[in-house]
T-cell receptor, first 111, second 115 residues
Framework: RKEVEQDPGPFNVPEGATVAFNCTYSNSASQSFFWYRQDCRKEPKLLMSVYSSGNEDGRFTAQLNRASQYISLLIRDSKLSDSATYLCAVILMDSSYKLIFGSGTRLLVRP | SAVISQKPSRDICQRGTSLTIQCQVDSQVTMMFWYRQQPGQSLTLIAT?????????ESGFVIDKFPISRPNLTFSTLTVSNMSPEDSSIYLCSVAKVLPPGEQFFGPGTRLTVL
């Protein structure tokens, strides 16, 4: 089983739609959680950290469910510019710090 | 976040040769890492670059193939040795400043094609 799993998509949604991605992680000792955005042929950019209490940044809301071991990202009022691949990432702290990425979920927002 | 630069940004190399990729950060950082992203795939951690000591490699990656140096807190190199077409990939340097929560930031990547 992969340590971090995501639905690869693509999610094809119209502008203005609300879309949600989930990401599951296998190691209950995971300590920190993030969502990254990666545009085609670019490096990943940190979108937001995911806190236990959940957090919101404009149209983006991230939530963590430790009991079920998943994190989610909700995008409201989708824009064309939101089209990208969204990667979830988890820090494992076993013998050392390690940031592990999911395979990414591709989002296409159409006019 | 830190400003991270990588050189070269891209290269085309012949099999059997080696390429050294440089990563420079604009400020001192605690941790530096090297990742690989193969076409259509997610990021795979190659190793953690430790300042003043040998890098810590992930399963499937070895020092002879991917020697790493980190002489100080702002600079690291990754060498891809004895290259084959399977090494064609994007190689990304990343840094993390503070733990927790440990946000990481990435350099622009080096796009390597091996013929």
């Amino acid at each position: 089983r992969k340590e971090v799993e995501q639905d690869p998509g693509p999610f094809n949604v119209p502008e203005g739609a609300t879309v949600a991605f989930n990401c599951t992680y296998s190691n209950s000792a995971s300590q920190s959680f993030f969502w990254y955005r990666q545009d085609c042929r670019k490096e990943p950019k940190l979108l937001m950290s995911v806190y236990s209490s959940g957090n919101e940044d404009g149209r983006f809301t991230a939530q963590l469910n430790r009991a079920s071991q998943y994190i989610s990202l909700l995008i409201r009022d989708s824009k064309l510019s939101d089209s990208a691949t969204y990667l979830c990432a988890v820090i494992l702290m076993d013998s050392s710090y390690k940031l592990i990425f999911g395979s990414g979920t591709r989002l296409l927002v159409r006019p | 976040s830190a400003v991270i630069s990588q050189k070269p940004s891209r290269d085309i190399c012949q099999r059997g040769t080696s390429l050294t990729i440089q990563c420079q950060v604009d400020s001192q950082v605690t941790m530096m890492f090297w990742y690989r992203q193969q076409p259509g795939q997610s990021l795979t951690l190659i190793a953690t670059a430790n300042q003043g000591s040998e890098a810590t490699y992930e399963s499937g990656f070895v020092i002879d193939k991917f020697p790493i140096s980190r002489p100080n807190l702002t600079f690291s190199t990754l060498t891809v040795s004895n290259m084959s077409p399977e090494d064609s990939s994007i190689y990304l340097c990343s840094v993390a400043k503070v733990l927790p929560p440990g946000e990481q930031f990435f350099g622009p990547g080096t796009r390597l094609t091996v013929l």
